[in-house]
């Protein structure tokens, strides 16, 4: 049941991101040959109009196929639209993916609350202690950036916190403070701690939970910018990364321990997955790397600053190139996770 849940969590994702490029495209009267739902052998499927829709095999997520790396003579050919119209296609597929992610973040903080930045106890004697942080006090600034959730402190803790002090903006009474504190390395729990407690989720009102559910987004986003630039600076390695293989099995263990508090706990676990997921394709997608859309953008983005198309062989080369870079990548990344399970 768990793989099930995660494998249709990923046919989703998926489909919605084909579903921006196609209904973009067809906005733009750009031809779509075809728009399936599933990989593989086709099941079934029906041309209307100008499009074959079908049903694959394999329930794998979607495509969505316009011929762009073709040469056509027909005015509605994807190639022979302006260059912005393109772009808005190929843009398309990660919008809907934080589109989605929002959406998807509307149901979880207006069922479950926002993370609210607000200490909710300090204990006796310890660095949060000592600085003068209180409990009531909220946190608006950690080492000089303006946070809005309180799991923004803590994955700066994790992730920036190299020892030293760390300078805290609180607001206490409607009045903002200036405070510095010192963290101490945990033995047991193998962390920074500065000794406070949280207040937890807190309910929200429609316009909060609107803006909650931005900042969602947006925060989800921000980590994913995190990792690809720790992954470039070698903060994190190879070893770090993890495919659809890790990520179904991480997402079948959080399935499998929700159950046992019930569906809403389930249900809720399952949207953050969505959101968390949805964010990172739509990232993902986006960077300049050939055969994504991000690639595919910088292409059109030369055309439009130099008014002249990159040669079609060349740019189709480039791509392929890169489609047989990211399959190797995908094979590597597949193997690491599955010798995680097994191994």
Not at 123 to 131: N, T
Not at 282 to 308: C, S, T
Request: include cysteine; glycine fraction near 10%; charge should be neutral.
């Amino acid at each position: 049941m768990n793989i099930i849940i995660a494998i249709l969590i990923f046919g989703i994702i998926i489909i919605v991101h084909e579903l921006g490029h196609f209904l973009i495209a067809k906005k733009n009267g750009i031809q779509v040959d075809e728009f399936c739902v599933g990989l593989g052998p086709t099941l079934i499927g029906k041309q209307i109009g100008d499009t074959f829709y079908s049903i694959k095999l394999f329930p794998f997520g979607g495509a969505c196929m316009m011929g762009e790396d073709e040469d056509r003579p027909e005015q509605n050919a994807f190639n022979n639209k302006s260059v912005w119209a393109r772009m808005a296609v190929i843009f398309g597929g990660p919008l809907f993916n934080f589109i989605l992610a929002f959406l998807f973040s509307l149901i979880v903080v207006g069922m479950s609350g926002a993370d609210i930045p607000e200490i909710h106890s300090v204990e006796k004697g310890s660095p949060a202690a000592l600085a003068g942080l209180k409990a009531g006090d909220f946190m608006t600034r950690v080492d000089g950036h303006k946070i809005h959730n309180y799991r923004e402190f803590s994955y700066y803790m994790y992730l920036d916190y190299e020892q030293g002090k760390i300078p805290l903006t609180i607001e206490r009474n409607g009045v903002e403070k200036n405070l510095s504190v010192t963290p101490v390395y945990n033995q047991s729990r193998q962390q920074y701690l500065i000794g406070i407690t949280w207040s937890g989720y807190q309910k929200a009102g429609p316009l909060k939970t609107v803006e909650y559910s931005i900042r969602e987004v947006g925060l989800q986003i921000k980590l994913t910018v995190k990792s690809v630039k720790m992954l470039v600076t070698r903060q994190l390695g190879m070893k770090d990364l993890s495919g659809p293989v890790g990520i179904v099995k991480t997402v079948g263990d959080q399935y499998n321990e929700a159950a046992n508090y019930g569906f809403r706990v389930v249900f809720l676990t399952m949207l953050n997955w969505i959101i968390l997921i949805s964010a990172n394709l739509g990232v993902m997608n986006l960077l300049p790397l050939p055969a994504l859309d991000g690639g595919r953008l910088l292409f059109l983005i030369f055309e439009a600053i130099f008014r002249k198309p990159v040669p079609r062989n060349l740019e189709a080369a480039v791509h392929t190139l890169g489609l047989l870079m990211l399959m190797a990548l995908m094979v590597f990344v597949m193997y690491q996770d599955i010798a995680k399970i097994f191994l």
